[in-house]
């Protein structure tokens, strides 16, 4: 049996077990039918995440939430583009793409998007509000989102992973009342009170006092092997919470609102090379005070964190090319997003299960893609994509020729090109 007749049957093997893949053909071929709505293309994508959710979480469901611009000044055709940054050279014009990504706390691997919005200048398309107000900020919105993800994940314990715009006094307060666990990367400059010495410090001059701690993990950064340390201490969060308003003759004026104290860890993250320079550093802040979840656990987790940055490459320049689609209505975009979305939940799946069967699946797909692979791995998610793409039409093409059919047809192009059948 030749390497292409054992993939095929693997293929056939597998796909014959896994619904998501029937799910994907059918929202490729209804991509345009108003009958179907958001939430009937979100209820698969659902399915898939309380799936993945109960295999491959232990206590925890790790929730990635990050923006990405979508650029589409090129475009002159597309509706509701919003133009940011218009004093700037160049400025953004385009849509707001928020997104929450669900990543298994064992593997670190995703699972599935657990939300999707998409901001125009009209309205914001999302797949768990249809309200929500354009004058929201990122973070009045993501505390929402917050609130909306841990009543839809039953199971387990949700934690919030945000970038370094989460440094809100505000926004952990919020998330503080609604009693959701978060692990948010600060910046140097905001204070924090340590109770043990009673005194307050800069979370930059903090991180200094703070030796290397403890090694995690090595991992590849920036193509080069670093090793990760990790370093805690216990901390409270009791500043005030600051906000510009706007007055009644148009100027800005910072106002100040005092609140409850977070008790919290300070965690500092470093990256070190083998010459024992610092690469990156990362300093974090988590209302999680279980001490059976480390430091360094913890720290693993937020390294997860590049997971939705691979994503969001997936969707547009390694993958789907989104910024390339010439659908005029966000709307019909915005569903677009949402077929592609349930195909990287098919990929993932293909991509972390570990049976012979998705090794064969891996294997014809690549060769379905036409990708190159860098030495020294066997797949990449976006050769799974290419190849998932490539797939899906040959399903279609099956459907309309018999496979009789298909042979003359093999013949006939043979014989124009002069090759030897």
């Known amino acids: 049996m030749s390497v292409k007749e ?80 218009k004093k700037a050279t160049c400025k953004q014009v385009g849509y707001d793409l928020q997104t929450t990504l669900g990543v298994s706390d064992v593997t670190g691997e995703p699972i599935a998007p657990i939300v999707h919005n998409l901001k125009t200048s009209k309205k914001v398309y999302s797949t768990y509000d249809e309200n929500i107000s354009l004058k929201k900020t990122h973070l009045e919105e993501l505390a929402s989102r917050v609130t909306s993800i841990n009543k839809q994940i039953e199971d387990k314990k949700v934690v919030h992973i945000v970038d370094r715009e989460s440094d809100s006094v505000a926004f952990m307060r919020e998330l503080q009342k609604d009693k959701a666990l978060f692990l948010l990367r600060v910046k140097t400059n905001g204070s924090l ?29 920036q193509k080069k092997k670093v090793n990760i340390y990790v370093n805690e201490c216990e901390v409270e969060v009791k500043r005030d919470a600051t906000k510009y308003m706007i007055n009644s003759d148009g100027k800005r004026k910072l106002q100040r609102t005092k609140g409850e104290t977070i008790k919290a860890r300070f965690i500092v993250e470093r990256l070190i090379d083998k010459d024992n320079k610092v690469v990156a550093q990362w300093l974090l802040l988590t209302n999680i005070l279980d001490k059976e979840l480390s430091a360094q656990t913890l720290a ?78 066997t797949f990449t998610h976006p050769a799974l994509l290419a190849g998932l793409e490539s797939f899906l039409q040959m399903m279609d093409v099956m459907l309309l020729y018999s496979p009789e059919e298909l042979l003359d047809m093999k013949q006939r192009v043979s014989e124009l090109l002069g090759l030897e059948v």
């Open 193 to 221: 009170y340590l109770p043990k010495e009673k005194i307050s410090m800069k979370q930059g001059e903090l991180a200094n006092e703070l030796g290397l701690g403890n090694k995690v993990k090595t991992i590849e950064y």
């Open 300 to 377: 693993t987790w937020y390294y997860y964190r590049w997971k939705i940055e691979s994503y969001f490459k997936l969707l547009k320049s390694s993958g789907f090319n989104l910024e390339q689609w010439q659908q005029e209505e966000p709307l019909a975009l915005f569903r677009r997003l949402l077929v592609v979305s349930l195909a990287c939940v098919l990929v993932w799946k293909i991509a972390n299960d570990t049976t012979q069967n998705a090794k064969s699946i891996r294997e014809f797909l690549v060769i379905l893609s036409g990708r190159q692979i860098e030495r020294g791995k």
């Open 6 to 85: 054992k993939t095929t049957n693997g293929l056939k093997l597998l796909i014959k077990d896994v619904e998501p893949f029937s799910q994907v053909q059918a929202s490729w071929r209804f991509l345009n039918n108003d009958n179907v709505t958001i939430d009937d293309m979100m209820q698969p994508i659902n399915e898939a995440l309380n799936e993945g959710v109960k295999k491959h979480c232990d206590k925890y469901l790790l929730a990635m939430s990050d923006w990405s611009h979508l650029d589409y000044k090129k475009h002159k055709s597309k509706k509701e583009l919003v133009s940011k940054n």
